[in-house]
T-cell receptor, first 119, second 115 residues
């Protein structure tokens, strides 16, 4: 079973509008973290935002916010006031509990959503 | 320059050849990772390392070998390249942020084609 599911292979949004990119996850851990990364056409991976499972408030970073609904196991990324430069692939990722010795800081990624911002 | 670098950036090799992809980071981060990115699969973890001389398998380790004799370097070797290993390979390193979480910093990627 997939641990991270991004159900939208592609999304379109008009410039200056808000857009929500969906992410659901599957874990039995109580302690975990959720990340969003952006990958523009140039290929680099850019960290956007992080949400810890124990964080009571939704994370925000500038125009990015994370709509964290723990009971539904969803961690949707909201981009407000979309810009042309937001056109990119967006990946949701999860870090599960570190495990004994604290060495398990690896991430599991979803398959991504390709966002296109139209002028 | 500080950061994480990968070399080569592009590589074409033949089936059966051994190939080594290099990864170097200047931050002295403890954790390092190798991912491959393929259409329709997102990023999948190949191997990771918690410190020098400590490595472990990820989701898709078959056909790959890693070593980490120094904290800053984490080479990935394809012992006998196959066409299915044609992919973009990302190296990443990780360090704890002030907020307590471990953000991963990615290298620019290596595009490998196996003919």
């Amino acid at each position: 079973a997939q641990k991270i599911t991004q159900t939208q292979p592609g999304m379109f949004v008009q410039e200056k509008e808000a857009v929500t990119l969906d992410c659901t996850y599957d874990t039995s851990d109580q302690s975990y973290g959720l990340f969003w990364y952006k990958q523009p056409s140039s290929g680099e991976m850019i960290f956007l935002i992080y949400q810890g499972s124990y964080d009571e408030q939704n994370a925000t970073e500038g125009r990015y916010s994370l709509n964290f609904q723990k009971a539904r196991k969803s961690a949707n990324l909201v981009i407000s006031a979309s810009q042309l430069g937001d056109s990119a692939m967006y990946f949701c990722a999860m870090r599960e509990a570190p495990g004994f010795g604290g060495s398990n800081y690896k991430l599991t990624f979803g398959k991504g959503t390709l966002l296109t911002v139209n002028p | 320059d500080a950061g994480i670098t990968q070399s080569p950036r592009y590589k074409i090799t033949e089936t059966g050849r051994q190939v080594t992809l290099m990864c170097h980071q200047t931050w002295s981060h403890s954790y390092m990772f190798w991912y491959r990115q393929d259409l329709g699969h997102g990023l999948r973890l190949i191997y990771y390392s918690a410190a020098a001389d400590i490595t472990d398998k990820g989701e898709v380790p078959d056909g790959y070998v890693v070593s980490r004799s120094k904290t800053e370097n984490f080479p990935l070797t394809l012992e006998s390249a196959t066409r299915s290993q044609t992919s973009v390979y990302f190296c990443a390193s990780s360090w704890q942020q002030p907020g307590g979480y471990y953000e991963q910093y990615f290298g620019p990627g290596t595009r490998l084609t196996v003919t």
